[in-house]
Nanobody, 123 residues
């Protein structure tokens, strides 16, 4: 059974760093497109970036430089390193995976989703 489970959310202060993890089971993460999305309160879900099977990455312009996505193939785990966090980063963070992900920034491109982990940044 293909499954992704997020870990590492919590409450932090402005300027802090936090690393989220997404443990993959039932498939080999390095063979999939794996992505992070987030959904702030009352807003839609937005794409944060994707790691492709060839280990290259893609990010939107808004968080590039503060957020870094990486993949540990030995642990079959995707990570999201978030630095210099701001109150507007408060959201539920989701991991997603798909073997093809034709359009990597679009939610429908990903077949498998985790339940999300909450990140709250206070000023």
């Amino acid at each position: 059974q293909v499954q992704v489970v997020e870990h590492g959310g919590g409450s932090v202060q402005t300027g802090d760093s936090l690393r989220l993890s997404c443990v993959a089971s039932g498939f080999t993460a390095r063979a999939y497109y794996m992505a992070w999305f987030r959904q702030p309160p009352g807003q839609g879900r937005e794409w944060l970036g994707t790691v492709r099977p060839d280990r290259t990455t893609a990010y939107p312009g808004g968080v590039k430089g503060r957020f870094t996505i990486s993949r540990d193939d030995d642990e079959n785990t995707l990570y999201l390193q978030m630095d210099n966090l701001k109150p507007e980063d408060t959201a539920t963070y989701y991991c997603a995976a798909d073997p093809r992900a034709l359009f990597q920034l679009y939610q429908p491109s990903y077949q498998y989703w985790g339940q999300g982990t909450q990140v709250t940044v206070s000023s």
